[in-house]
């Protein structure tokens, strides 16, 4: 359990460190004109919360889109929620994937899993789906996408 929390702890700290601060959603709708892009960082200790993660993610996504057609849109997760992402938990959390699927696939949204967490917690890059792309650094996927000029929102 501790070495979870340190674990924890430092990617917080290291997507904390540097990083652009979080808009929400109000402040991007009410823009004149969009932003170049909207990366949503997920980042939570409980596994379940990504039950109500995803959909809030996918609302999002179409009322971004009402507002600002075809604003390219992608999703980090780097916390304890990727664990239901994997491909062997895909019965458990059935229409999580399937949402994950349209998001993914229709909606064109760019999904990330964090590959440094997800082996502190023994899951491999190939323990994902193909719909999940797994990058080395959750925290430093998102300042790759702040510094083109998206515009990060904490879920």
């Not at 990617?11 to 004109?33: F, P, V």
């Not at 082996?119 to 925290?139: R, T």
């Amino acid at each position: 359990m501790t070495r979870r929390l340190l674990a924890a702890l430092v990617l917080w700290i290291a997507a904390a460190a540097g990083a652009q601060a979080a808009e929400d959603l109000a402040t991007i709708l009410a823009r004149a004109s969009p932003p170049a892009g909207v990366v949503f960082e997920l980042f939570k200790l409980d596994v379940e919360e990504v039950r109500s993660l995803i959909p809030q993610v996918a609302d999002h996504v179409e009322t971004l889109r009402a507002r600002f057609p075809g604003l390219p849109v992608a999703v980090v997760s780097h916390g304890n929620e990727l664990r239901a992402l994997q491909r062997k938990r895909a019965g458990d959390f059935a229409q999580i994937h399937d949402q994950v699927q349209r998001l993914t696939g229709t909606a064109d949204v760019e999904m990330h899993a964090c590959g440094t967490y997800a082996g502190w917690q023994g899951i491999a890059a190939e323990d994902f789906p193909d719909y999940i792309d797994v990058v080395p650094s959750g925290p430093q996927q998102i300042r790759d996408y702040e510094e083109r000029g998206y515009v990060k929102v904490r879920l």
